[in-house]
């Protein structure tokens, strides 16, 4: 556990956690600790939180004064409170709907008095969405100090190394959309690397099953090493720069369907207007549907934009002269509808 060193659990949660009276109990939020551990845990990997829980046990965690002949304590000290953020987020948002009642033997009631009343649902749906979007954020902010960690050269703390030879980094850095940047040149989703963590089996499968048929398997293979190496060539980073809206339009269209509203951004949304409160309304399956459809709809379209300019290689490469394909050839006047 990444908490409660010499029992100061609750001046830890206290720390992180500003909006929690310092009487809270942390043994009330042990159990739940565990839920928000392994949420952090599946995105970076269990080896970068071994790192982390390893230094937090360790005698050199906070040290009183800074050691000058290890720097790397400090870092580490950051390390463990970027993950530990979002691990209470998560544990405090499991815990707060059951603390909200009291169990008795008479079943759950809810405490009264003159000076404290319960608060309104409508508050409590508020603060459950607001801790659900900080630990959100807290997640993206951990995966920004990873990220900025591997250009460190040399990096003592050793955080670099550990996170880019982790499992979770090596899956990324093998698709040919590996970074938020590469998806947000397609698609915006707010500059969160937490998204693109969860689309990355919508992102393999449509590497695996849309785009590697399109290459020859000495194509895909040199293409994948040279991004490992980062060392694209101009030729391939073109075909690179093709493939990745593709890939984008259809993990996305995938991703509609199958992963949960929470999991994107800010979910998925019809704006709405009351004459009481202005709010937004999840959407309804059918609209999913439709727009699952939409995006794959572009996504298509791309992967037949990338074909042709595989083609066009192909031809050019064999000395043979590049014809377009028209249209045209493709129309049949017995069909009313002609789709490109």
């Known amino acids: 556990m990444l908490f409660n060193k010499s029992n100061t659990g609750a001046a830890e949660l206290k720390e992180l956690l500003g909006f929690i009276y310092r009487s809270s109990k942390f043994e009330n939020l042990i159990s739940y600790i565990s839920f928000g551990e392994r949420e952090v845990r599946k995105i970076i990997g269990k080896e970068v939180f071994s ?14 004064e800074p050691d000058p002949e290890h720097p790397e304590y400090t870092v580490l000290d950051e390390f463990v409170i970027k993950i530990q953020l ?34 309104f649902e409508w508050m409590i749906d508020k603060d459950d969405k607001n801790l659900l979007d900080l630990a959100h954020e807290a997640v993206d902010l951990l995966l920004d100090f990873l990220g900025e960690r591997l250009s460190d050269d040399p990096d003592s703390s050793g955080i670099g190394a550990v996170w880019g030879g982790s499992e979770a980094y ?22 969160s690397n937490r998204v693109l963590f969860a689309l990355i089996p919508s992102l393999r499968e449509c590497q695996d099953n849309e785009i590697r048929p399109c290459l020859t398997q000495e194509k895909y293979d ?18 690179v720069n093709r493939i990745r809206p593709a890939m984008v339009y259809l993990s996305l ?25 202005q709010g937004k309304t999840p959407t ?25 300019y595989l ?30």
């Open 51 to 64: 790192l982390a829980e390893n230094h937090y046990k360790s005698e050199h965690y906070r040290l009183t």
């Open 222 to 239: 040199t293409i994948k090493e040279q991004m490992l190496d980062r060392d694209l060539s101009a030729e391939n980073t073109e075909i």
């Open 253 to 277: 269209s995938r991703a509609v369907k199958r992963l949960a509203i929470e999991v994107l951004p800010n979910g998925l949304f019809l704006n709405l207007v009351s004459s009481v409160i």
């Open 284 to 308: 309804t399956a059918t609209d999913r549907i439709e727009l699952s459809k939409l995006l794959e709809q572009e996504g298509r379209r791309e992967l037949r934009k990338l074909t042709e």
């Open 170 to 191: 090596k899956t990324l850095k093998g698709l040919f959309v590996s970074s938020v940047s590469q998806f947000e040149e397609t698609f915006f989703v707010n500059g």
């Open 86 to 119: 979002p691990c209470a987020l998560h544990s405090y948002r499991r815990y707060a709907p059951s603390n909200d009642v009291t169990h008795s033997d008479k079943g759950r009631q809810i405490f009264v008095s003159e000076d404290e009343k319960p608060a």
């Open 311 to 340: 083609r066009k290689l192909s031809q050019e490469a064999s000395g043979e002269s590049y014809t377009p394909v028209d249209p045209l050839e493709r129309m049949d006047s017995t069909q009313k509808y002609f789709r490109p």
